[in-house]
């Protein structure tokens, strides 16, 4: 995955008294990036309610339709402990779905190009609701499953900043970030933060719904469930198996359509149909599966 960008905004919502994590990365680090790179900036925001998160999001939108800025947004917020979304300092909560509906235009307006990284608790379950049945929300993301400490949420993301500015290598970057935790030494903690790329996101989901939804078995057990649902009266016990075959047949023969459509929606191909050359694997369920099988963690 290589990500382009040419300014990062700091979106901070924490709590008073608490260390001001994404202000002392920006002020440490990434605001002197410029004298590096005149065209580069770092933008930090400090939103303290839902109002103000909304208006920031249409912003960096309105940014990149008019500006043609091409932003990593960078988040420093508590995460719900119910993995629900996002607590802002005025104890609001944004949901995943509601985050989403800012995030995903700007990704779209990027072609697929929006990277983000989240200093957030459990900031993984942003991905997690519904997450290939519309047009992917970034091109990567860096964020944890796990609770997540101010302490380790500085040191972590300046190493990944610093590197990423040094070498422009993605992959060298998020190594500098997992070894930038002392826990990282504990081969049982190193990995508290996860990068995945919006492909792997895909095929994991669809890999996973394939084995699992779209087998004779699964088919055969939705035809059974369905038609119990329905109450519909058959003549006859061979009548009724007769039903479930078509059902599986026809679900059978349909999956490749349906994941075709997924294919194509979530990588926004009838928008932009030359991003189709980018992805790593064509518009095929067991190509895609062979190319997940490569990378699986």
């Known amino acids: 995955m290589q990500i382009k960008f040419n300014r ?8 008073s008294g608490e260390r001001r994590t994404g202000t002392d990365l920006h002020n440490d680090l990434l605001k002197w990036k410029n004298v590096q790179h005149p065209d580069f900036e770092s933008v930090l925001k400090t939103p303290t309610n839902r109002d103000e998160l909304f208006s920031i999001c249409d912003e960096i939108l309105d940014k990149c339709i008019n500006e043609n800025i091409s932003p990593i947004i960078h988040f420093e917020i508590h995460g719900a402990s119910d993995h629900s979304g996002l607590v802002l300092t005025s104890g609001e909560l944004i949901t995943w779905d509601e985050l989403s509906e800012k995030i995903r235009p700007i990704n779209h ?3 697929n190009g929006l990277f983000i990284t989240m200093g957030v608790c459990h900031g993984c379950y942003f991905m997690s609701k519904d997450v290939v049945d519309k047009p992917s929300l970034f091109q990567g993301i860096v964020a944890s499953f796990d609770i997540l400490y101010n302490r380790d949420i500085y040191v972590q993301f300046y190493s990944f900043y610093e590197e990423l500015f040094t070498s422009f290598d993605l992959n060298i ?11 990282a030494k504990d081969p049982n903690n190193r990995f508290n933060y996860a990068c995945y790329s ?16 779209c087998t004779e078995k699964a088919f055969k057990q939705r035809a059974i469930d369905e038609l119990a649902a329905s109450k519909i009266t058959f003549l006859s016990r061979q009548d009724k198996r007769a039903k479930i075959r078509e059902f599986v047949k026809r679900g059978l023969q349909t999956k490749d359509k349906y ?4 294919y194509t929606r979530y990588f926004m191909l009838n928008d932009y149909p030359e991003l189709a050359k980018d992805i790593s694997y064509p518009c095929n369920i067991q190509a895609m599966k062979r190319w997940f099988a490569k990378f699986r963690v």
């Open 109 to 111: 307006q990027l072609k």
């Open 8 to 15: 990062i905004y700091i979106i901070e919502s924490l709590q």
């Open 198 to 213: 919006a492909e792997y996101i895909f095929a994991m989901v669809q890999t996973d719904y394939d084995e699992t939804q």
């Open 259 to 262: 994941f075709a459509e997924a």
């Open 173 to 183: 970057a998020y190594e500098k970030l997992i070894e930038a935790n002392p826990a």
